[in-house]
């Protein structure tokens, strides 16, 4: 027995409702929040360590974020022809964020630490604290 197929949903013609967008949206940035807390704690917590632990769980992150930037710019690019308004504001930043996670080598932040650990290099503190006192 051949079924008919049944009309196409609404999210493979691409046509968003304000439902749609609206629940899309706050998953996308429900999804971003908890990403963000998951990397901050990870943060904290590898300063001790091992460097390789640290570059294989940054390199996961990456890839999580480079998943979820992905599935904003669909949304995105589906909020654009949508007829109706929606606030892609925080969307934006939550982009531009995930953007410059995407930029940061985490071998050179390591490669930094260690530096100025071994006094090759001054830290942001130790920078201010020359700029604001200088020794002539």
Known sequence: MV?????????SSGVLSPEIATEKLR?????FDRMNDLMGSWA???KTSPD???????DFYQTLCRDLDLQ?????????MAT????LSQLRKAREHI???????AANLLQAERDVREGRTMSLEQMRRELRNPAH
């Open 44 to 46: 904290d917590r590898s």
């Open 72 to 80: 904003m710019a669909e949304f995105q690019r589906s909020a654009a």
């Open 84 to 87: 109706f308004p929606i606030d």
């Open 52 to 58: 390789q632990s640290v570059l294989e769980i940054a």
């Open 99 to 105: 953007a410059l996670v995407l930029a940061l080598n």
């Open 3 to 11: 079924r008919p197929n049944p009309s196409p949903s609404p999210q």
């Open 27 to 31: 998953a996308l940035m429900s999804l």
